[in-house]
């Protein structure tokens, strides 16, 4: 059973937000991913070695943390009849996602890689992988500039995900037939996904050279697929 509010309580100081206070609080959250510190309240910290004075300038330490708490992008009353695991930031991340695919061309080298968003919660979705330096996390599918890691699309992995080939296609659907060269490892490759790949006019590329092996076996060590060849 929840704990009494008391009328001390930092929950009891709440007040709307308006767009102003959001902005500099976005803001504000944007700055965490450019100076790293290891706990939040280091970023009001007023110390001479941790401080950072944009923080207590634009927005007191209680009202940034009333605002981290109850920050929502969608009614949790659709959670009973919602079965989309992002629902509650598909508003947002749709707005995001397009945002990076419009505003922005990337130059002719790309690459298509997966990512890692450090979290050790409980969420349905979280994965567990060993080969990677942060090993629980959210999984991220993303195409990036080869040149500045740019990210021109992403997909969240929700454990739903349709086929591999899907994903594939969808985070390279808005770069068909414009010359690419893209960058990738055996897990996206397949003789199927490269021909189709191919025939949308995206070149693949693997260790920095043009020269394109793909051969694969079962688990009894017989070989199902083999394709050698040199594409441009």
Not at 17 to 38: A, D, N, S, W, Y
Not at 41 to 62: A, D, E, H, V, W
Not at 127 to 148: D, F, P, W
């Amino acid at each position: 059973m929840p704990r009494p509010v008391t009328k001390h309580a930092r929950s009891e100081e709440w007040k709307p937000v308006t767009l102003i206070e959001m902005k500099k609080f976005l803001r504000l959250i944007f700055v965490t991913g450019i100076v790293q510190k290891p706990k939040l309240k280091l970023y009001c910290s007023m110390k001479g070695i941790f401080q950072t004075p944009i923080f207590p300038q634009t927005m007191s330490r209680n009202r940034f943390q009333l605002i981290q708490r109850y920050l929502h992008f969608n009614n949790n009353n659709a959670a009973g009849t919602n079965k989309d695991r992002l629902y509650k930031i598909h508003i947002i991340l749709d707005i995001v996602v397009n945002n990076f695919r419009t505003n922005y061309i990337p130059d002719r080298e790309i690459s298509l890689d997966e990512g890692m968003l450090g979290w050790r919660g409980r969420l349905r979705f979280r994965v567990y992988n060993a080969r990677k330096i942060t090993k629980y996390g959210i999984l991220v599918q993303m195409v990036c500039e080869s040149s500045t890691g740019y990210i021109c699309n992403l997909q969240i992995y929700d454990g739903k995900c349709g086929p591999l080939t899907e994903t594939v296609g969808f985070l390279l659907e808005p770069y068909e037939g414009k010359g690419y060269h893209l960058y990738l490892d055996n897990y996206y490759n397949s003789v199927h996904q490269t021909n189709e790949l191919l025939q949308k006019l995206i070149s693949l590329w693997n260790n920095q050279s043009e020269l394109w092996i793909t051969e694969r076996h079962d688990r009894r060590g017989k070989k199902v697929e083999e394709r050698r060849g040199h594409f441009s």
